[in-house]
C-alpha cells in the first residue's frame, strides 16, 4: 500500500454548505492516494445535542422544538448543498433521526455519561453522511466508515480511553483492504466503541485525537489539521489583536501548549503521533495554499512569547482541621480521588496547611470532589477565574499581562509563567 496521509476537518469546517463544497475541494487536490478524512459533527450541533440530552433529563417538554431543529439545520445544509440530488440523502438521514427518537422515547439512562454518549454521536455520523453523499455526487471516489467498527475503546463514557491493540487489529482488517485500493476513507471523529459494542466518546473536541490514533496505527506520512485559523498562534485570535503565526514548533512544545489549554489541538494528540515521528500540519481551509504550522522533531529558533488563556477556572483550597500540616499522607488522598473523578489540575500550590487546585469549573465532578473530601477537610472553591499561561515570557509580555488586573497567585518554573486571575477581560 502506498504511503497514507490523513486529514481532519473540524466543525467550522463543515459548518454549512459553502464549508462543506470548500472540503470537496481540498479532497480534489488529492490525487491517487490512500486518504483518510476525519469529519466533526456540524458547526455548532454538539452544543444542540448537549442540550437535548439535558432536556431528555430535566426539560422533557423541550425536546420535541429541539429535535425539530437540530433535524431542519441538517436538512436545510443538504437542500442548499445538493437541491437536486437530496432526497436519497434525506432519506438515510432520516433512518438517523428515527434511530435517535427512538432513544429519546425511553426513560433516561440512570448513567448519565453513558446515555451522553450514546446521543450525541448522532452529531458525527449525520455529518459524515451528508458529506459523503455530496462527494458522491461531486464523484470523488471514497468509502463512508463508521468509525466505532474501528475505534475500539473501554467503557469510561465521555472519556473512553482508547484500547490501542483492539483498535489497531480493527484498522488493518477494515480500514487499510479499503485504503489500499487508493481511495479516500470518511469516517467520524470523536466517536467509538467499546467491547460490548456500545458508542463511547474520546472527550470534547476528540475528533483531532481520533486522526492522531489512526495516523498512528496506519503508520501515515503526515497528518492535516484543516481550521478556521491560518495555524498555532502566538495566541488565541480571538482574544488578542497582536498575534503571529509559529511556522513550525516540536512536538513538545505543541505538548506543553496543549497541556496548558491551547485549544488549537486536542491534548491527547501529539503522543500517537510523536511515537511514530508522524508530523503534523495545522493549516487553514480557507486559506489552501498557506502552508500554517508544522509541528515535527525538528528543532526551531528561539520562539516569541506564547499566551494561553484558560477561562472558567475553580480555585480549590484544601485546609486539614487539626492544624496537622498537608504532606505526603494527605496530598496521597487528595490526588486518588481528583484520579478517580478523571479532573485535570491545571495548576496547583502547597502550603503548611493547605493545597491549592486551579481546575476548569465541571460543576458535578467538583461536587463529587467536596462531597469526599468533606469529612476529613475544608473545602472553598471560588469559581470565576482565569488561568494565563505564558511560555517563552520576556518582560514587556508579563508586564502587559500583568497590568490591570487581580492576582491570586503567581508561579514561574523554566520557561513558563503562570497566574491565576480574577476574570476581569483581557
Known amino acids: 500500500m502506498e504511503s497514507v496521509e490523513v486529514y481532519k476537518f473540524g466543525g467550522a469546517s463543515v459548518k454549512d454548505a459553502a464549508a462543506i463544497r470548500n472540503v470537496a475541494d481540498r479532497l480534489r487536490d488529492v490525487k491517487d492516494q490512500p486518504l483518510v478524512v476525519v469529519i466533526s459533527a456540524m458547526g455548532k450541533t454538539t452544543n444542540a445535542l448537549e442540550v437535548l440530552i439535558d432536556a431528555h433529563y430535566n426539560h422533557p417538554a423541550d425536546l420535541p422544538a429541539l429535535f425539530n431543529n437540530l433535524q431542519a439545520f441538517h436538512n436545510d445544509i443538504v437542500e442548499s448543498l445538493m437541491p437536486e440530488q437530496s432526497k436519497e440523502l434525506l432519506i438515510d438521514l432520516h433512518d438517523l433521526w428515527v434511530e435517535l427518537n427512538w432513544i429519546l422515547e425511553e426513560d433516561p439512562h440512570p448513567d448519565y455519561n453513558y446515555h451522553y454518549d450514546q446521543i450525541i454521536v ?112 502566538t495566541g488565541d485570535p480571538r482574544q488578542f489583536e497582536e498575534v503571529t503565526l509559529l511556522k513550525e514548533i516540536t512536538y513538545r512544545e505543541a505538548l506543553e501548549m496543549t497541556y496548558y489549554g491551547a485549544k488549537v ?15 503534523l500540519y495545522v493549516r487553514s481551509f480557507d486559506q489552501p495554499t498557506h502552508p500554517g504550522t508544522k509541528i515535527s522533531t525538528s528543532t526551531t529558533a528561539q520562539l516569541p512569547p506564547i ?28 490526588f486518588a480521588l481528583v484520579s478517580s473523578l478523571r479532573i485535570k489540575v491545571n495548576s496547583m500550590r ?77
Not at 265 to 279: A, E, F, G, S
Not at 393 to 406: E, F, I, N, V
Open 122 to 233: 448522532f452529531g458525527e455520523l449525520a455529518s459524515t453522511k451528508i458529506v459523503s453523499a455530496y462527494l458522491k455526487a461531486q464523484g470523488i471516489v471514497h468509502e463512508w466508515m463508521d468509525a466505532r467498527s474501528f475505534m475500539i475503546t473501554d467503557s469510561d463514557y465521555r472519556e473512553a480511553r482508547i484500547l490501542w491493540e483492539q483498535t489497531s487489529e480493527a484498522v488493518n482488517k477494515m480500514v487499510k483492504p479499503v485504503l489500499a485500493q487508493n481511495k479516500i476513507v470518511i469516517t467520524q471523529g470523536f466517536i467509538g466503541s467499546t467491547v460490548y459494542l456500545e458508542s463511547s466518546t474520546l472527550g470534547r473536541e476528540g475528533s483531532d485525537y481520533t486522526a492522531a490514533v489512526l495516523a498512528h496505527c496506519l503508520d501515515a506520512t503526515s497528518v492535516t489539521f484543516w481550521k478556521d485559523v491560518p495555524g498555532i498562534m
Open 265 to 279: 489541538i486536542h491534548q491527547k494528540t501529539i503522543k500517537p503521533l510523536q511515537n511514530k515521528n508522524i508530523p
Open 307 to 334: 499566551v494561553v488563556v484558560e477561562n472558567n477556572q475553580v480555585l480549590i483550597q484544601i485546609a486539614t482541621r487539626d492544624f496537622s500540616f498537608v504532606a505526603e499522607g494527605q496530598l496521597s488522598e487528595i
Open 350 to 426: 502547597n502550603t503548611a496547611m493547605s493545597f491549592l487546585l486551579c481546575v476548569r469549573n465541571e460543576t458535578d465532578k467538583l461536587e463529587k470532589l467536596r462531597i469526599g473530601l468533606a469529612e476529613r477537610y475544608d473545602v472553598k472553591m471560588e469559581a470565576g477565574l482565569q488561568l494565563i499561561t505564558i511560555r517563552h515570557a520576556d518582560q514587556a509580555m508579563l508586564d502587559k499581562m500583568h497590568k490591570g488586573k487581580t492576582i491570586i497567585f503567581e508561579e514561574r518554573f523554566g520557561d513558563t509563567d503562570q497566574f491565576i486571575v480574577k476574570s476581569e477581560g483581557l
